[in-house]
Structure formats: C-alpha cells, structure tokens
C-alpha cells in the first residue's frame, strides 16, 4: 500500500454529530476508507475466491515448525491457489477461462489475481460477520505474499490497494460530489421505528430524489449515473454498519444512565465489585464501577464509529512488505506476532479522544498490539468486530421483556422471580456492568484485568458463562440463541 497515504490516514480520524449522521465536511474524509460495494460481476469473482480458499489448507501447510524451506512451501501454496481459481474460471466460463491458462504464466495474470483478492478483502470489510475463517487465510497469504523472498520466486505481486469511494470518485474526477450538501439526506438510514406509514414513506421518497439530484449533477463521460448511485450506496452501507455496530454501544450507555446514578447505588442493584468475589479480578466501589463500564463502552463506541479507517490501517500493517512476523506459541495455539505501528497509534489516538471526553481514565490504558496478547493486527480487527456480537443480544432481551410481559403466563413469571419487568431488566443490566468489566477472562492479571484489551476479554468471559444466570431463561424466551451469530461465508 502508499505509505505515504497510510501515515496521513494515521493522523486523522472520522468525526461524527450526536445523532450519528456525518456533517457533510466529513464525507470526503470517511469516504477514503469506505470500500466500494461489490458490482454483480465482482460478485461473480468473490464466489471463485471463496470456493478457492475454502478448499486450501494455506494455514496447515505454512504455519507449522519445519526444517523444510518455508519459502518454497509459501510459493507452492500461492500457485495452488492461483491454479485453483484459474480452474474455477474455466469451469463457469470457459471462453474467459482459455484466455486465462492458454500459453501463459501465472505472472500473466497478476492484474487477475489483484482483481479478485482486493475483491475479497473489499467484501469483508463491508460484511465483518461473512467470510469468517476464508479471510484469515486470504490476509496470511497476502502477507507471506509481500516477502521479499517470496516476491523473488513467485515473480509477481497479489496485493494492491482497496478501492474506496473517494479513490473511485478522485480517479473520475467527481470527488466534488462528496461536499454536496444533499449527501447526508442521500446516504442517511430511515429510523422507521415508532413512526406512521406515511412518514416513513415522506423520508424515503426525500432520499430517492436527493440520489437523483446527486447522480444527475455530478455524472459525465467518465462518471456515469450508475456509477455516482454505487458510490452512494457504498456510503449508505456504512452508515448500515454503524447502526448495526456502534448503535448497540450507544443504547448499552443510555441504559446505563437510565437505570443506575453514577453516585448513589440503588439496594439490591449497585455495580460494585471486589477481587475475589464472583470471579472478579478487581475492587471497585458503585461510583468507580459505574464510570470505569461508560468509560470502557465510551472507547468501544469510538472504535467502532471508525472502524473503517482502523480496519484499513491494520491491513496496512499486515500487509507492508517491510513488516515481518514471527511464529510464535503466544499460549492460544502457534500465531504470528507481527509489529503494527499504524493501527497501534491511531489506536492510541482514539483513547486519548476518549480519556478527553471522560475527563480522566480508571485502569490500564495500555493498548496490546503486537504480543502475545493480540498478536497482529487482524486479531485487533476480530476483537472489536466482536463488541456488536456481545451488546446486541443483550440490547434485544431488554427491548423485548416489556412485550414479553403482555401475555400473563409470562408476566405472572417474570413479577414471581424478579418482582417486576424492570426489576428484570435492572438485575440482567447489573449483572452486565459488574462481571462483564471485573476483569476476568485469563489466567494472570496482565493478560485480562483493566487493559484496554482486558475490557472485552471480560465481555466475553460473562457471555460464556450466560447459561448459569438466574435470568437465562428470559433470554430464551426473548429469542436469544447464542452471542456468535452463527457461521456465515458468503
């Protein structure tokens, strides 16, 4: 990737109004690191890539301890990989197929191989929960792919940089677009919830004819109308991702606030904790509690709210030809542990926004990236796209309990074992905000308690243990089947 662009990306941070819409001064900002959706041809591609990694044993054959050469095993796997998806383009179309493999080297076809790979990591970032274990392998290969070693052997490169909606508008010279006051209107998610038929149907037609506006003033030879709508839709998937992502951090916090006074603890419901004292591995009164949980979820917020500009720095830590890695047995199993300099000062970056915002930090500000913690940067990217997976369920069991409620049956148990609907949601939300942040989750302090990392270390630990709560079966009953989300590919 241009370090140049990296290191400027590492400087600056997406900011965003209190209702969650960008101003229109930061659409040219946030667009640098908003990948383009996928067109229905490069759609076509991301299945041959899929199918290509799914088979590989990429991961198996590399990262073991060995006496053979692992240079020579990196290039054999690149190759049979590079083979594999040139066999499933004859398969799905065999006249483009024969231009492919006919009196021709892999090296050939690098353009190809770049096409479909940046199309991989292009769908991933837009889609964290698919492609769960084919991205692993598709950023290993990647990276063993810059090594200087490998680059000598393999002859050609499978790395180039994403498309993003402003290098597709700069290119086309529409990048204007971008400061058009009608963006937000264009690009903004319809919150429907709550509101009459016609409302909804009021701001929907309002955002078609700003689309339309846009697409008409800003198309030309270069930039077609279709094109200026794909640019749009990218953004308005971002804005899809936010709501999904950083929305739950944001209603996590008001429950927060709703429902406990950072000062005086309500009997039966106050957040302390003590070491020792429910698997806690810290000591904190109500007030210490209440304040280290906004602080924690206040980061998870921000992180996620630039999720997009941090995925595409860690990418360019994983994959910068000078950034080597070494394998390493960090106690979870072999991994590579591998430098991340731009994703650990943007990192840095953002904490100290929030140590701002807060007025102060209580705990670790120490930031794991490149230990046996969290390894390399695409552990950092699987971590924080987790913080969703663990506050949504969560958000839901408290949203539904009041409807739950309506059918007698239901009322008449949730009033005998918790008193009342919001007693309920209290004695869930307490439980959350004491054991989800004591520092649990690992076997000595430094890997858990208070570190910024140990914050989600906790989160998890209290989800795995969900099943031995007294109010599991009212999750059940609100639906919930697991924190994971399930397994998804495509």
């Known amino acids: 990737m241009d370090d140049a662009t990296v290191e400027d990306a590492g400087e600056t941070t997406a900011t965003a109004t209190a209702t969650g819409a ?80 006919i009196d021709k080297e892999f090296k050939d076809n690098e353009e190809f191989f770049q096409y479909v790979f940046e199309i991989g990591r292009r769908h991933k970032v837009m889609n964290p929960e698919k492609m769960r274990t084919e991205y692993g392998k598709l950023v290993f290969l990647l990276q063993d792919s810059q090594s200087p070693d490998v680059q000598e052997l393999l002859d050609f490169k499978l790395v180039k940089p994403l498309k993003t909606v402003y290098t597709f508008l700069k290119e086309r010279g529409g990048e204007s677009l971008l400061a058009d006051s009608l963006m937000e209107t264009a690009t903004s998610e319809i919150m429907h919830e709550g509101l009459p038929r016609h409302e909804v149907q009021k701001m929907i037609k309002k955002k078609e004819r700003a689309r339309e506006v846009i697409a008409s003033k800003y198309s030309s030879v ?20 936010l709501r999904f992502n950083r929305d739950p951090v944001d209603r996590m916090l008001e429950m927060l606030t709703t429902h406990f006074d950072p000062s005086t603890p309500e009997k039966g419901y106050g957040l302390g904790i003590t070491m020792g004292m429910g698997g806690a591995r810290l000591s904190h009164n109500h007030q210490r509690q209440y304040t280290y949980c906004a602080q924690s979820m206040t980061l998870w917020r921000e992180v996620l709210n630039d999720m997009f500009r941090l995925w595409y720095l860690a990418e360019s830590d994983l994959l910068c030809e000078g ?39 209580v705990g670790s500000s120490v930031v794991h990236l490149g230990d046996h913690n969290v390894p ?7 971590k924080y796209s987790q913080v969703s997976r663990i506050l949504n369920p969560i958000v839901l069991v408290i949203q539904e309990l009041p409807n739950l409620a309506k059918d007698p049956g239901l009322k008449a148990y949730i009033d005998t074992q918790f008193g009342s609907v919001e007693a309920c949601q209290k004695t869930i939300l307490a439980d959350f905000f004491r ?56």
């Open 222 to 241: 270069s930039l077609s109308k279709e094109d200026v709508l794909q640019c749009l839709y990218s953004v308005s998937d971002n804005n899809a991702y």
């Open 376 to 382: 390399n940067a695409l552990v950092f990217i699987d």
């Open 435 to 490: 054991h989800g942040f004591d520092g649990s989750g690992s076997d000595n302090f430094f890997d858990a308690g208070s570190c910024i990392d140990g914050r989600l270390t906790s989160a998890w630990n209290w989800c795995s243990k969900i099943e031995k709560k007294s109010y599991y079966p009212v999750f059940k009953l609100a639906g919930f089947s697991g924190f994971d989300g399930g397994d998804f590919r495509s």
């Open 22 to 101: 960008p101003k229109t001064s930061d659409f040219t900002e946030r667009a640098k690191y908003i990948p383009m959706r996928l067109t229905p041809e490069e759609r076509k591609a991301l299945r041959l890539l899929e199918a290509a990694l799914h088979v590989s044993e990429y991961t198996d054959v590399v990262d073991v301890f060995s006496y053979k050469s692992k240079t020579q095993r990196i290039t054999r796997q690149l190759k049979e990989i590079c083979a594999i998806m040139c066999g499933l383009v004859v398969a799905t179309d065999y006249r483009a197929g024969q231009k492919l493999i």
């Open 323 to 361: 950034n080597r890695y070494s394998l390493s047995n960090t106690g979870q199993g072999l991994n590579r542990v591998q430098h991340c300099p731009r994703v650990g000062k943007a990192m840095y970056g953002v904490l100290a926004t929030c140590q701002q915002k807060c007025g102060g930090w």
